[in-house]
């Protein structure tokens, strides 16, 4: 499909080719490993950085999401398909199937949002074929995305002139162009690595956490405080907007994307407790928060519910770090080896509540949101690595109500 000078899909069908890295190149990327150092974040190309959802689908596409009252795309980060391809390509799959599930009507998701880490291990052009152009070749719409610490990090002896050339190369080019030889998907025109999205229904601001394997950064000595004004300016930009809406009946839903989550229980990863520190203070002084917080880094799913004690909202924070890398290494388990029980609320260090309300460390997959005038809707399914045909499966629903600003299990 082609459309505004775009294209996505391959023009013909095309079954899974197993793509195997040769053990050298494993070996050698693992060797360099990351210099894991804060990088300089690449300046948005327009300021600010914010494009709407018509610069990429047609004018037809955006009405049939106004007619059906919803906008639904899909969501995951942490695909790349390094050492062992199978999974991503079952994500993929999936992804393909449910974009063409005929129950959507004339309403399927309009695009996917990746959640970061696009490639492994490090965010070189030479891997874009492979674990990009390659596992969503058959992927009929637009790809959006956020960086992860894997697309930003450098080795030493890199030629790059800077972190994430190879993402800005493909995603943040300034018109639609060819990605890669062999493939019809073009490049995507996001105006920066960090940029708000607007949609119908729904509000995107997406952040770069830089290149950090343990924890995430907005704002230090070397990225300047660039990105935290950017924060701060589309917080007062999401609130006017509903704001303008004298009605109060439409709420436009405000969805927050950062790569390093903010929460996780994950045995390797950590949670970002003081990038979060940096949102919330952006988020009071703006005097409107997140409706929903969607994240990767984490290899697993996993749902929380944050109440915050001011005025007793509910936020949902989500780690959907599994869309395809090998690697799921569970969450931290106890003296005895069990998990935390579903239901654990903790204290959050700032005076809040934060309740584990589901999770799945053993399978991969993919996110299907529903976002309408009213609530979001979030889908959380899985899939067979080993029966790439085999439907996915849902394993966790809920349903953020807008208005009410609280979240219940479907």
């Known amino acids: 499909m082609a459309t505004n000078g775009f294209s996505f899909a391959n023009p013909t069908y095309t079954s899974d080719s197993t793509y195997t890295y040769s053990i050298g190149e494993i070996d050698a990327d693992q060797a360099y490993r990351g210099l894991q150092v804060t990088e300089a974040v690449p300046a948005p190309s327009v300021n600010p950085p914010v494009m709407d959802l018509s610069a990429v689908l047609p004018a037809a596409t955006l009405a049939a999401i106004t007619e059906a009252g919803k906008l639904v795309f899909h969501s995951v980060g942490d ?55 390659e596992p969503y070749r058959n992927y009929n719409a637009p790809i959006f995305a956020i960086p992860g610490n894997h697309d930003g990090v450098m080795y030493k002896g890199e030629p790059a002139a800077y972190s994430l050339v190879a993402f800005v190369e493909n995603f943040c080019s300034a018109t639609p162009a060819q990605g890669v030889p062999g493939f019809a998907r073009t490049t995507m025109v996001q105006p920066g690595v960090y940029f708000t999205l607007t949609a119908p229904f729904a509000r995107f601001i997406g952040l770069y956490s830089n290149t950090g394997e343990s924890v995430g950064v907005l704002e230090d000595s070397t990225t300047g405080t660039a990105q935290i ?80 004690a001011a005025d007793g909202r509910q936020i949902a924070y989500v780690v959907a770090g599994n869309g395809g890398y090998y690697d799921l290494p569970g969450l931290k388990t106890d003296a005895s080896g069990s998990a935390p029980p579903i239901g654990t609320a903790q204290p959050d260090g700032s005076g809040n509540t934060v309740t584990l309300n589901a999770y799945n460390d053993t399978q991969f997959g993919f996110l299907t949101i529903t976002v309408s005038a009213t609530a979001i809707e979030v889908k959380s399914q899985v899939v067979d690595e080993n029966n790439p045909d085999a439907t996915a499966t849902v394993i966790d629903t809920f349903t953020v109500d807008l208005t009410a600003h609280t979240v219940t299990t479907s």
């Open 79 to 133: 695909t790349g398909g390094i050492i062992r391809t199978e999974p991503q390509l079952a994500v993929a799959d999936g992804l393909c199937a449910d974009l063409a599930d005929a129950s959507y009507g004339s309403n399927p998701p309009a695009f996917f949002y990746h959640l970061g880490d696009v490639v492994y291990f490090f965010g070189q052009q030479t891997y874009y074929p492979e674990q990009f152009y």
């Open 229 to 308: 004004e950017f924060l701060q300016a589309q917080l007062a930009a999401a609130l006017a907007a509903r704001n303008a809406d004298t009605t109060g009946a439409n709420p436009q839903a405000l969805i927050l994307a950062v790569h390093h989550p903010p929460f996780t229980g994950s045995s390797e990863h950590l949670p970002s407790a003081g990038m979060l520190a940096e949102i919330d203070q952006c988020c009071e002084a703006a005097g409107i928060w997140p409706d929903l917080v969607l994240s990767g880094h984490a290899h697993m799913y996993e749902r929380y519910t944050r109440m915050m």
